[in-house]
């Protein structure tokens, strides 16, 4: 065999080996495709914090929230996204005798924010969010019948501290404490939340 032959057959080796190396960085490049956005959905208590003047005593302070926010997330420490949910804030059960009756009130915020998001440790980030609430009042009167009533809260604002964990390459697990000011009312409660995130 020359020496010809034998530069042919590493040459044409060589080429294979580079060849198969570059589709392999291919494949990876694909497997390891980056997710810019992440849907967030998270259930939990909340506390109201109460400043009625009537029927203060019968208030029930602590209800539930549902909250469900897109972030678009890149490489860097802080994120863009929009929120909304379903906040319970309070509730009230009087007994009273005619003509009033016995009246529940059920007093409800759907939230709609813009909402900025730093991650400040590895899993740890914090969330300011700001926007308009829709304020949902429901009665139901014994004596008088049901009253249901809306209004806009214009200057809303919220502050929410988390930790979340990436469970694999799309899901999140984590759970935040929120804090939200609701300027219609002067309505002011906090969260516990558990959410997970869907990355895509």
Not at 66 to 91: A, H, P
Not at 106 to 127: D, L
Request: proline fraction near 2%.
């Amino acid at each position: 065999m020359t020496r010809i032959t034998l530069y042919k057959i590493f040459a044409a080796i060589f080429f294979c080996c580079f060849a198969i190396k570059g589709m392999a960085q291919t494949e990876d490049a694909k497997s390891t495709k980056v997710h810019h956005f992440t849907l967030y959905a998270g259930v939990g208590p909340n506390y109201y914090f109460n400043n009625l003047v009537l029927a203060k005593q019968n208030v029930k302070e602590l209800n539930y929230s549902f909250v469900g926010r897109l972030m678009w997330e890149t490489k860097y420490n802080l994120s863009l996204g929009i929120e909304s949910g379903y906040n319970r804030l309070y509730s009230v059960d009087a007994n009273s005798p005619a003509p009033q009756g016995n009246v529940h009130i059920v007093n409800v915020a759907i939230p709609i924010r813009i909402v900025v998001s730093m991650k400040f440790f590895q899993n740890f980030y914090a969330n300011f969010n700001m926007g308009q609430s829709v304020l949902l009042n429901k009665v139901q009167s014994s004596e008088y019948g049901n009253f249901d009533a809306s209004s806009i809260s214009l200057g809303d604002f919220g502050l929410d501290i988390g930790y979340k964990r990436l469970i694999n390459d799309r899901i999140y697990l984590g759970s935040e404490i929120k804090s939200t000011y609701s300027s219609k009312l002067n309505d002011k409660n906090i969260a516990l939340v558990f959410f997970a995130g869907f990355r895509f």
